[in-house]
């Protein structure tokens, strides 16, 4: 039986002796980047294949002594970098991809040309580990969709949902958070939360309880929402807290991360292989968790 996990220290564990997943990274000619990659192939998750200005990588690999031998492919430009990538992927080559200095747009261009993102639309969870909270946190989407509208936010739940069940989370529950947790026409992200919650009723989104509109102090907390007098079986107890849009979702997570102490994992999910996202100035623990995280659904979708 799969185990629902509380924290990265558990799920790093349940990756442990596993096979490590061949991994192009892009972009990869930045020393951040190397030093994630390097740390991540060190603890045996990945088998990186650095993708990038040779000459560079070679430098900056000796700065940061690793002593792996890595593959490199060289290439100079976004463009190629990121169809380099693909590429491996689609020959078998690599398992996963993995983001790197490049920009979030230009990396998942080819992805979506050459159909990567298999029967869905994709999107992106972060996975945060507080100290606050008694289970590890998933926010979906800050980094790809940017105004969805209710069919898009109904994918990016179910992908969310896919992830969690790969992950050891039975039935996960989503919190569709909006600013109010009551039905305003002017405020339209109510209006989508509360159709949401009728749609996983009638199982359009499957294997999730949704509930909302939700503010986030009341989807968190189950003590805000007996004061507000809030009946959920969400609230309290949320496993994915579903954001409006991209940028009330970006400022929740760097918000979490930067003054709650968060610690981050980025995951593109809806792709038919693993995708390793996260932000260009995170530190090099958020790109290991990442690639942890990356490693074990690898293994899960087998």
Known sequence: MKMEFTNFDELRREVHGLKAVPTAVIDADERHVLEGACEAAAEGLIEPTLIGDKDVIAKLLGDIKCKNNFRVIHACDDDTMAESGVELIEKGKVRALMKGHIHTDQFL?????????????????????????????????????????????????????????????????????????LINPSIPSTIDAACLAKMAERGQITGALVDGPLAFDNAISSESAKVKGIKSDVAGDVDILLAPDLVSGNILVKDLEYLAGAQLAGIVVGSKVPIILTSRSDPANARILSCAVAALLCHRME
Do not use: W
């Not at 869905?120 to 289970?135: E, G, M, Q, W």
């Open 109 to 181: 261009h080819p992805v979506l040309v050459h159909h990567l993102q298999g029967k869905k639309r994709i999107s992106h969870v972060f996975l945060a580990d507080l100290k606050t909270y008694p289970k590890l946190l998933y926010i979906t989407d800050a980094a790809i969709n940017i105004t969805p509208d209710l069919s898009t936010k109904m994918h990016i739940i179910q992908n969310a949902v896919d992830m969690c069940m790969l992950l050891g989370i039975e039935q996960p529950k989503v919190a569709a958070l909006s600013a109010v947790e």
